[in-house]
């Protein structure tokens, strides 16, 4: 285990134990990219609120762990836990926000169940071929391949993440990085048309 990650493991003991000052020290490392796990997700005006409603769900389950309810599988990697927090306020959000009445992380897309908010993201980032590929994805598949690759987590890390076996987590990349494949050719060919 890294030290960043030992030392953030123990800060989350202390926060567990009632230390306002490990809680603020957790918050401040690890507020970046909780905001960049946000940004591709919901529209700018919502990360603020998304962020907060992370940090609240991880009080509430600070308040259970300092009463003696601990999680079936005990904490190894802080950035997997808060991630796999934030995953789930994500499908929250669009549970509640979405069009649609039945959300399914593992089939819906962004663009099915919100397309202003891609739209918005598109044009306010100037998203790449990628990024748009990307959000193609299941929502699941995309969470899953930005913290693979953008956040380079370990496939135990991710295992925690999903509440899954390293395994599938490991064939879901696998799958979804076959899908990013096949619509960034799709992408190139469009490109090559219109460019005639």
């Not at 005990?74 to 950035?79: E, G, H, L, T, Y």
């Not at 796999?84 to 099915?112: C, I, M, N, W």
Request: net charge positive; aromatic share 8%; with cysteine.
């Amino acid at each position: 285990m890294a030290e960043g990650e030992q030392d953030d493991l123990e800060l989350l003991k202390a926060w567990h134990t009632g230390s306002t000052t490990a809680g603020n020290t957790l918050y401040r490392r690890h507020e970046a990219p909780l905001r960049r796990f946000f940004v591709s997700k919901a529209p700018p005006q919502d990360t603020d609120e998304l962020v907060q409603q992370t940090w609240m769900a991880m009080t509430r389950n600070q308040k259970k762990a300092a009463s003696g309810t601990t999680p079936a599988n005990p904490i190894q990697s802080v950035r997997a836990y808060i991630l796999g927090v934030a995953r789930h306020v994500v499908f929250a959000y669009y549970r509640k926000t979405g069009q649609k009445t039945e959300f399914d992380p593992e089939v819906d897309s962004l663009a099915t169940i919100a397309p202003s908010v891609s739209q918005q993201l598109s044009l306010r980032r100037n998203i790449k071929r990628l990024e748009l590929a990307m959000q193609t994805l299941p929502i699941d598949s995309q969470l899953l391949c930005e913290a693979f690759y953008v956040e380079e987590f370990t496939g135990p890390e991710l295992a925690e993440m999903f509440n899954l076996p390293e395994g599938t987590v490991r064939s879901r990349i696998k799958r979804a990085k076959e899908k990013i494949d096949e619509l960034m050719a799709r992408f190139e060919i469009r490109m090559g048309k219109a460019s005639m």
